[in-house]
């Protein structure tokens, strides 16, 4: 197989040049997928993933999938090393695909999955909604674990006891006005131009919810990186270079937004043709820099990237109401084996 100009200098830098030159290898490839593409900082490691893969020594590909569904099927056929997803789905990810660790934070509940009403409305709480209809992302999302931990600690029921769960809504927005459903939950990129229409407003986002169930703890952990435990434990360079640049990208958030929505918004790619695989396009610096507060950005310093005994000790608390409320099969155990904790990527 014939390797590119681009392949033969990374190799070069990596191996050393007559190695590479002589032999032209192919580079081992990392593979990051996550569903959507909109997430602030890991569209920040696919703008830059030049710097990551001269770095490593590696072919680094950034691939969105159109679900959540989608995304997990790659990584449980082996088409993807690293995802991005939420906590909430390690217990049932470990069953489907052995040992893994979710090692590195890259949101936080904050503005988060808010559920919406029209702004008229006259529901202010969440039980003025009892026996309402909410659209749901689909039965497949992992943001609603979430709330279903979150409304049966609140309520001491089960949401979809509480409320008829719709699914299958391609405009939430439009449902709520007319009439469909008198509620929905929606992600960061429907929030900010819903909220900036006016017609909407939140009952209660995640934010608000898990400081009413944890009794103001610090914000939970809410998205970051997935990998197999033997694939951690063999690509640990690959591993410690990811979290100095999503660090990188955390801190220029704080020090440069500007600068830092307008790297996360200009990125964009086709989409691959792999199955399941979608074109990530580009988005408005404000839209970009909105996603990232409503993730949590803007309410955590940079060293909540790393996973540490109070991260786990929040998530020993999800996993028991996610199988209180039968979103989990079984108890989890210790939660402890699903994290990896410490500081990654530390600068010498």
Not at 95 to 112: D, K, R, T
């Amino acid at each position: 197989m014939r390797c590119t100009r681009r392949e033969i200098l990374q190799g070069a830098l990596a191996l050393g040049a007559v190695g590479a030159l002589g032999g032209c290898a192919r580079l081992p490839e990392v593979r990051v997928g996550i569903a959507f593409g909109t997430q602030p900082l890991w569209r920040y490691a696919a703008a830059r993933k030049a710097a990551l893969e001269q770095a490593t020594g590696t072919r680094l590909s950034f691939l969105a999938y159109a679900s959540e569904g989608e995304l997990r099927r790659a990584f449980r056929s082996g088409q993807l090393e690293v995802i991005a997803t939420q906590p909430t789905q390690l217990p049932l990810l470990r069953g489907e695909v052995g040992p893994l660790q979710f090692f590195l934070a890259l949101a936080w509940v904050a503005e988060s999955l808010p559920l919406i009403v029209a702004a008229d409305a006259p529901f202010s709480r969440l039980d003025d909604l009892t026996g309402k209809r909410l659209a749901i992302l689909g039965s497949d999302d992992p943001g609603l674990a979430y709330w279903r931990a979150f409304v049966l600690a609140l309520t001491g029921t089960r949401l979809e006891d509480r409320l008829h769960l719709v699914s299958g809504i391609e405009n939430p927005g439009l449902a709520i006005l007319n009439g469909t459903v008198e509620a929905a939950v929606v992600n960061s990129g429907l929030w900010v131009s819903y909220k900036a229409s006016g017609r909407f407003r939140a009952v209660m986002d995640l934010g608000q919810a898990w400081n009413e169930v944890s009794r103001g703890q610090p914000p939970l952990v809410f998205g970051g990186y997935v990998a197999r435990q033997e694939w951690l434990a063999a690509n640990r360079p690959v591993v410690e270079a990811l979290a100095r640049l999503t660090r990188e990208g955390f801190e220029r958030f704080v020090a440069e937004p500007a600068e830092f929505g307008r790297v996360v918004a200009e990125f964009q790619q086709p989409a691959s043709g792999a199955p399941g695989v979608v074109a990530v396009a580009a988005q408005q610096p404000e839209q970009a820099l909105a996603i990232a507060r409503f993730l949590g950005m803007d309410v955590v310093t940079a060293e909540r990237l790393h996973l540490a005994e109070g991260d786990i000790a929040a998530y020993r608390l999800v996993f028991e109401l996610l199988a209180r409320a039968g979103y989990l099969p079984a108890p989890v155990g210790e939660a402890s084996a699903l994290f990896l904790s410490g500081v990654l990527g530390a600068r010498g």
